[in-house]
């Protein structure tokens, strides 16, 4: 059992580059989500999705699309990078409804754009 | 979305108790309280979670008065591995419709030897 796991651990792209962060996890969970990071910031959420085939839009949603064609796997797409893009990048999964409430993390991705 | 307002820092001994509070004046009734914490590049890591009253788990409790505007996780006899940051988070992940989390700036705790 992985957990969840991310590809690239690293990656540094020059401005105007495309990229594609992967986010996979083995626990069955419905829900899934990507962050991002900042130095000496809190998380801030990018997109989420509730389930296959369905995603929404989180509190920077700007410059970045996402697609769940998997329940397992969760993708985070740059069309063009910039600077501003340079961060630390988490995925996360969760199950669904219910009286508890845990979301489980990924090792991050630390993204440079130069 | 109820905001949450914790302390930016606060620093420790090895050994005390710690307790950090997290205000949160605007919780909706089906709100539950959740906290993380974050090790230097790590991703954040669920701690407790709670709705009311006192919750305890094998790592924290978690002290919630009965008007739930606050919160309050204590640490008992922390270590120098508890230095790491913590969030408060509060939500109801029940209504998909409406999920938006905030994490915060957190509280960034350092312990002491």
């Known amino acids: 059992n992985a957990g969840v796991t991310q590809t690239p651990k690293f990656r540094v792209l020059k401005t105007g580059q495309s990229m594609t962060l992967l986010c996979a996890q083995d626990m069955n969970h419905e829900y899934m989500y990507w962050y991002r990071q900042d130095p000496g910031m809190g998380l801030r959420l990018i997109h989420y999705s509730v389930g296959e085939g369905t995603t929404a839009k989180g509190e920077v949603p700007d410059g970045y699309n996402v697609s769940r064609l998997k329940k397992q796997n969760f993708l985070l797409g740059l069309e063009s990078a910039a600077p501003s893009q340079t961060s630390v990048y988490f995925c996360?999964?969760?199950?669904?409804?219910?009286?508890?409430?845990?979301?489980?993390f990924g090792p991050g991705t630390r993204l440079t754009v130069t | 979305l109820a905001k949450t307002t914790q302390p930016i820092s606060m620093d420790s001994y090895e050994g005390q108790e710690v307790n950090i509070t997290c205000s949160h004046n605007?919780?909706?009734?089906?709100?539950?309280i959740t906290w993380y914490q974050q090790f230097p590049s790590q991703g954040p890591r669920f701690i407790i979670q709670?709705?009311?009253t006192k919750v305890t788990n094998e790592v924290a409790s978690l002290f919630i008065p009965a008007d739930r505007k606050s919160s309050t996780l204590s640490l008992p006899r922390v270590s120098l591995s508890d230095t790491a940051v913590y969030y408060c988070l509060v939500g109801d992940w029940r209504n998909s419709g409406t999920y938006k989390y905030i994490f915060g700036t957190g509280t960034r705790l350092k312990v002491l030897a």
């Open positions: 605007n919780i909706a009734t089906n709100d539950y």
């Open positions: 996360a999964s969760s199950y669904t409804a219910g009286y508890s409430y845990e979301q489980y």
């Open positions: 709670g709705y009311k």
